[in-house]
C-alpha cells in the first residue's frame, strides 16, 4: 500500500477517465452531428455493438447519490418511458442498419440507472423482446443489470436468469446500520446474503458488489466489519468507490451531516484495509478501485494486457462501438461521443417529436486520440509502449510531450512509475495514484484552473 504522505501530495481532484476528453468537454450539439458523424465512419467499420440502457427510476432517494435518476413511486412513469426507449431504440436501429433486419451484432449489453430493477419483470420482458427483436446477440455476450437488493427476490433473480442476463452488480455501499441509517439506504446482510445464494443457485457467470467507503458514520472499524462480511459473500468482482462529497453540484448529498463524514485519514485507512483485506482474500488489483478473482474475465484479460474502459468502467472488450439509449445516456461510435438529453422530459418531447434525444458531442481531433490513447493504456495497464504511439499517430513521443514527461518526472522521483526510452511504467504504488498520472497527458484539465469539479482519489 502507498504511504498516505505520498497520496496527500498527489491527491488532487482528477477525472475518473471513463473517456478522453471527459464528459465536461461536450459541446452542444443538438442535432446530433457527432453521433451522425460517427455511425457514417462506422459503415466502413461496421464492429459488433455494446449497448448500455439507462432507466432512471429510484424509489427511494440515497443521500450520496451523483447519479442521473428520478425518484418516484408511481412505476406508471416506466410505462411511458419503456414506450419512448423503444422509439429511440427504432430510430438508431434505422440508422445502424445497413444489411436486413436484425443486421446489427450485440457483444455486450448493460442496464443501468438509477435501478433498472425498478422496472416489473413483465416491463423487463417487453424491454427484452424488443431488443430481440432489433438485434442479434452474439455468442457469450455479456449482459448485466444493476441490481438495487432492495427490490429484487430470488424469484425475481430467477426470471432475469431466463431472460438471459448473465451478470449482476448489486449496490451494496455499506452494511453497517448506522451508515446506513445515515445514506438513507437500508438493506440488511441477511437479505443480500439469501439474494446472493439464489443468485448462485441461479447459476449467474458473475457478481460484482459495489461498495463505498468515506460514507457518513463510517470508521476503519465499522469498515472492515462490512470488508469480512462481503468476503464472505465473495462475489467475483467488487468495486471500491471513493465517495466524493460535492454537495453544491449533487442536491441529495446536502441531505448528509458534514460532521459525520470521516477525514481523510479514516479515508485512507479504509481504502488502505480495503486493498490489503481483498488481496490477502485471494482478489486481484484489476486498477481504480476495481478487485476480480483470478478465475474472472476482468483478471484474465488484465492479465493479458486487453483491459479497456468506458462510460461504464472497466471491461473486456475491444473493437465495440457503444450505443446508449435512455436519458442522458452517452455513446461512443467511430472516434464520437455523444450524450442524450440528461432532462427527462426534454428526452422524452425529442423522441416524440421524432429526433434524436441528443444534446451533446463532441469529434475528437487528432490530438484527442492520441491523448485518449494514452491516458486509457495508463488507466488499463499502467504502462505506455511508446514506440507503439509513435507508429500509429506519427510523432515524436518526447518532443510531443514535453510538458508533460516534465511533469511525469514528479511522480517518477515519488517512486511511483519509471520513465525508460521505450515505456512509461507504472508500477504497484503508482496504481493507487493512476488518475493523477493519467492525467498529465489531459490537455483540457491543464487549461483550467476549476479542477474543483472533480473528486479526489481520497
Ligand atoms: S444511488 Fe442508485 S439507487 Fe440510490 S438514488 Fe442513486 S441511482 Fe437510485
Known amino acids: 500500500m502507498i504511504p498516505t504522505s505520498l497520496i ?3 491527491d488532487i481532484p482528477g477525472p475518473r477517465y471513463t473517456s478522453y476528453p471527459t464528459a465536461d468537454r461536450f459541446y452542444n450539439d443538438p442535432k446530433a452531428q457527432a453521433l451522425l458523424k460517427g455511425i457514417e465512419v462506422r459503415r466502413n467499420n461496421p464492429r459488433a455493438l455494446s449497448i448500455y440502457i ?4 429510484c424509489e427511494s432517494i440515497c443521500y450520496y447519490c451523483g447519479c442521473n435518476k428520478l425518484v418516484t ?26 444489411g436486413g433486419p436484425k443486421d446489427i451484432e450485440v457483444a455486450q449489453l448493460h442496464l443501468g440507472g438509477g435501478s433498472p430493477t425498478f422496472l416489473s419483470d413483465e416491463q423487463l420482458d417487453e424491454l427484452i423482446s424488443h431488443l430481440n427483436y432489433r438485434f442479434t446477440w452474439l455468442e457469450h455476450c455479456e449482459k448485466s443489470i444493476e441490481i438495487d437488493p432492495r427490490t429484487v427476490n430470488s424469484e425475481r433473480l430467477q426470471h432475469l436468469k431466463q431472460l438471459g442476463f448473465n451478470r449482476l452488480s448489486l449496490g451494496i455501499q455499506d452494511f453497517d446500520p448506522q451508515v446506513q441509517l445515515a445514506i438513507h439506504r437500508i438493506q440488511s446482510y441477511e437479505s443480500v446474503q439469501s439474494l446472493l445464494r439464489a443468485a448462485r443457485d441461479s447459476e449467474f457467470d458473475s457478481i460484482n ?16 466489519r462490512t470488508l469480512s462480511q462481503v468476503a464472505v459473500l465473495r462475489p467475483e468482482r467488487i468495486a471500491l468507490y471513493g465517495y466524493a462529497h460535492l454537495p453544491e453540484r449533487f442536491k441529495p448529498q446536502r441531505r448528509i451531516n458534514t460532521e459525520d463524514l470521516p477525514d481523510a485519514e479514516q479515508k485512507c485507512a479504509m481504502l488502505e484495509s480495503a486493498v490489503n483485506y481483498f488481496m490477502a482474500q485471494g482478489y486481484e488489483y484489476i486498477g481504480m478501485d476495481h478487485f476480480a478473482l483470478a478465475h474472472d474475465e476482468l483478471a484474465r484479460v488484465k492479465k493479458e494486457g486487453r483491459l479497456h474502459r468506458n462510460f461504464q468502467g472497466y471491461h473486456t472488450l475491444k473493437d465495440c462501438d457503444l450505443i446508449g439509449f435512455g436519458v442522458s445516456a452517452i455513446s461512443e461510435v467511430g472516434h464520437c461521443y455523444s450524450q442524450n438529453a440528461k432532462s427527462y422530459d426534454q428526452y422524452s418531447s425529442l423522441v416524440a417529436a421524432g429526433s434524436l434525444p441528443t444534446e451533446k458531442g463532441l469529434e475528437l481531433t487528432v490530438d484527442d486520440q492520441l491523448r485518449r490513447r494514452i491516458i486509457m493504456a495508463l488507466m488499463c495497464q499502467g504502462e505506455v509502449k511508446i514506440q507503439e504511439i509513435e507508429e500509429e499517430f506519427s510523432v515524436n513521443f518526447d518532443k510531443y510531450f514535453t510538458n508533460e514527461l516534465l511533469r511525469l ?19 504497484d504504488q503508482g496504481w493507487f495514484l493512476i488518475r493523477p498520472i493519467a492525467m498529465v497527458f489531459d490537455y483540457y484539465v491543464w487549461q483550467q484552473t476549476d479542477h474543483q469539479r472533480f473528486s479526489k482519489v481520497l
Open 54 to 57: 439507462h432507466i432512471p427510476f
Open 409 to 427: 518526472a514528479d511522480f517518477e522521483r515519488a517512486g511511483l512509475l519509471k520513465i525508460n526510452a521505450d515505456r512509461i511504467e507504472v508500477n
Open 8 to 10: 496527500r501530495q498527489f
Open 73 to 98: 413511486k408511481n412505476h406508471g412513469m416506466a410505462v411511458a418511458y419503456l414506450q419512448t426507449l423503444f422509439k429511440e431504440i427504432d430510430q438508431v436501429v434505422a440508422l445502424l442498419d445497413h
Open 209 to 224: 458488489m459495489d461498495l463505498i467507503y468515506g460514507l457518513p458514520k463510517q470508521t476503519p472499524d465499522t469498515f472492515k
